[in-house]
């Protein structure tokens, strides 16, 4: 199978939500949601539990734990090979509401642009 190509969602002002999470937690956090970045990279569409969950209305979560703490990180495909980052947050329980309507936001947000809203490292 194809990698999947993985884009992290740029708001219209340019800031780019996931980054700015990932760069408030600790490097040991930081490298495990790279891993699983690239998880998602090789598997796409085929990435299940435990590294990978479906919410609801298309946004999946990538599943990061470490000490106790719950780190998810929200996405949506676009296209069968694209997955798009859109948000990150610390849990306890399960993902809250407001979060996942934030993620589903980005994610009306971005089929209505995707160029607009894809990250690009300059």
Do not use: S
């Amino acid at each position: 199978m194809p990698k999947t190509r993985v884009v992290f969602y740029q708001e219209q002002d340019g800031h780019v939500p996931v980054l700015e999470w990932l760069d408030t937690l600790p490097a040991k956090i930081q490298d495990k949601c790279v891993v699983k970045i690239e998880r998602l990279r090789e598997r796409g569409h085929e990435l299940r539990r435990p590294e990978a969950d479906l919410l609801r209305n298309g946004i999946y979560e990538l599943r990061i734990g470490r000490e106790g703490m719950n780190y998810r990180i929200l996405y949506f495909f676009h296209g069968r090979m694209a997955a798009v980052l859109a948000h990150g947050l610390v849990k306890e329980r399960e993902v809250p509401a407001k979060d996942i309507h934030v993620a589903l936001e980005r994610k009306r947000f971005f089929e209505q642009d995707p160029q607009a809203h894809t990250y690009r490292e300059e």
